[in-house]
């Protein structure tokens, strides 16, 4: 598969991008392809990576994190960020098992599951969730800033999705197929 626009690496890319894929290299210990699509624009750069940091610095463990990411990325059809995340969450201490189960919006663990549950609601009604949703997450222990991270967790992976699966972003990560056609 090809790009459809150019996977630019730091020395290619807009001036004002560099920093921030040098930034990206030294996470990741290589740029990944998607980081380097969005490189085009300085400002996409800027919100994707700074919503990754943001994020990171929430009260949600990373792995829940990548768990709502398999969720959304399996519901949207999107390759990239399946294999991303499903890598990611392994990274975060998850099995292969509890990744698969969240790519199918499942988890064991009672509060995981409803998190995936309102995560994959938002995604599908897009975003028409209820008081009994909201009071849903709650019960299962989640407090309103945790329900506010949920629901930017599924933004920024909606964000992420789009770009991959509207520019075919090449996966460079272990591929992991997807569960649901979107």
């Not at 390759?79 to 998850?94: E, N, S, V």
């Not at 222990?141 to 509207?166: K, M, P, R, W």
Request: aromatic share 6%; with cysteine; net charge negative.
């Amino acid at each position: 598969m090809t790009s459809r626009i150019p996977l630019v690496s730091a020395t290619e890319s807009p001036a004002s991008s560099r920093a921030l894929l040098d930034a990206v290299h030294g996470a990741f210990g290589a740029t990944p392809n998607m980081f380097r699509a969005v490189a085009n624009s300085p400002a996409a750069l800027q919100a994707m990576w700074g919503f990754f940091g943001a994020l990171g610095g929430g009260t949600l463990p990373a792995k829940l994190g990548e768990q709502i990411a398999v969720a959304v990325a399996d519901r949207n059809a999107c390759d990239y960020c399946l294999a991303a995340h499903t890598a990611l969450g392994r990274k975060a201490g998850a099995s292969a098992g509890e990744m698969s189960a969240a790519q199918a919006g499942e988890s064991a663990d009672p509060a995981t599951a409803a998190a995936l549950r309102f995560a994959l609601k938002l995604v599908e009604q897009r975003g028409q969730v209820g008081d009994a949703d909201v009071a849903a997450l709650r019960a299962a222990g989640f407090d309103d800033g945790q329900v506010v991270e949920i629901l930017a967790h599924v933004a920024l992976n909606l964000f992420t999705n789009y770009v991959n699966v509207a520019l075919a972003v090449p996966v460079d990560f272990p591929g992991v197929k997807l569960r649901s056609a979107a």
